[in-house]
């Protein structure tokens, strides 16, 4: 699904050892919904990947049970 930007939205700046799995555990408190903070900067993070260069700004969205929601719907066809 397509993450549009809300007033909800964080962000933040990575440091040295931080992973998209390992911040979507302390956000989210569940490394699987790495996705979410994947799809959500699609310019700052390269698929593929959990690795984040130190430095670079993520937007973290914290409301997200609209885009569990919408991603459970497209993987139901």
Do not use: H, K, M
């Not at 390269?46 to 885009?67: A, E, H, K, W, Y």
Request: proline share 6%; net charge negative; no cysteine.
């Amino acid at each position: 699904p397509e993450i549009e930007p809300r007033e909800t939205d964080i962000y933040v700046e990575t440091e040295w050892g931080d992973r998209l799995d390992l911040l979507a555990f302390q956000f989210y408190g569940d490394v699987t919904l790495y996705w979410i903070i994947a799809l959500a900067n699609p310019n700052n993070v390269g698929f593929g990947t959990l690795f984040v260069p130190r430095g670079t700004q993520l937007r973290i969205p914290i409301d997200i049970s609209n885009i569990v929601d919408a991603y459970n719907r497209l993987n139901e066809l």
